[in-house]
């Protein structure tokens, strides 16, 4: 079968060492940097512009930045603490002084995401901001992250897909010397690329941002879409590998078949996505006909 070598990239940018200590910044930390500085200047660019929004917009650009420290503490404690409760509660529970050790790697888009949206309340909650079109940017922003964390997930060599024969296959370091498929570039796409210039779209030409909740709704749906579709081509996480469930799925469905648990954890964001994309049309439709009214 052919493959492609996997890339002579070092996960590390440069190492600084002094007596004794070393530092290193990582591709993986400079993702994560770039995806949340990044989203703060479109988020800021959004709210610069009043002419998408119904009525003036939900922050100001100054109130962005503080928006970020929020937005950082939630993806930083949220990402850990659902690696940590999703994927190895019982590993964590034995070793409690490893939850902090962040270095070490492990975190979840899924606990990130609930970090996020507890920050967001806190945060318009404080300010007395409107929750809804807040999350609208925020939304907007989110498949920026993702697009980096995705890269940096493949430079890292983690998280690969199912072995494959198709000839876009990667040899990963760690996948056992088997052709894999780089799922981490298929989210990156598609998580990332894709969804960005979708909610663009929907937002600065579609005028969705002025249907609060409308953009919450569209992530929801969009992300948990295509988690769940490239799901079936990433290996699934090896902490529930049994000897009676050795492809680890987290929920069985027949003799060979299931669900992994980016599948289990994205089918609650589809249906929120369409109970929120309902909730912003029904709310848009009530708001025109009560001004049609008056």
Do not use: K
């Amino acid at each position: 079968m052919l493959a492609i070598p996997f890339p002579d990239i070092d996960p590390a940018i440069f190492t600084i060492e002094l007596g004794g200590l070393s530092f290193s910044l990582r591709w993986y930390a400079l993702a994560y940097i770039a995806g949340l500085a990044l989203g703060w200047r479109y988020v800021t660019w959004l709210v610069r512009r009043p002419q998408l929004w119904r009525g003036a917009p939900p922050m100001t650009p100054e109130q962005t930045e503080e928006l970020l420290t929020w937005m950082v503490a939630g993806v930083i404690l949220g990402g850990r603490l659902g690696f940590v409760l999703f994927y190895q509660p019982e590993y964590f529970l034995q070793h409690p002084w490893q939850i902090l050790q962040l270095w070490n790697g492990g975190m979840s888009f899924h606990g990130g995401f609930l970090g996020v949206a507890v920050g967001v309340i806190g945060f318009c909650r404080a300010r007395g901001l409107p929750l809804a079109s807040v999350g609208d940017c925020v939304a907007m922003a989110a498949p920026i992250g993702l697009l980096f964390g995705r890269v940096a997930n493949f430079i890292n060599g983690e998280l690969w897909g199912r072995v494959t024969d198709v000839p876009w296959a990667v040899i990963f370091p760690t996948g056992g010397g088997a052709p894999r498929h780089p799922s981490q570039l298929y989210e990156a796409a598609l998580e990332g690329a894709l969804l960005f210039a979708l909610m663009w779209w929907l937002g600065t030409r579609r005028g969705w941002l002025r249907r609060p909740g409308a953009m919450i709704g569209a992530f929801l749906l969009g992300y948990g879409c295509a988690r769940a579709f490239v799901e079936l081509f990433r290996q699934p996480d090896a902490y529930f590998q049994t000897p009676d469930n050795p492809m680890g799925y987290a929920l069985r469905l027949g003799a060979e078949g299931g669900l992994t648990m980016g599948q289990l954890l994205s089918l609650p964001m589809i249906a929120a996505g369409a109970a929120v994309l309902a909730l912003a049309w029904r709310r848009a439709g009530a708001g025109r006909a009560g001004g049609g009214a008056a």
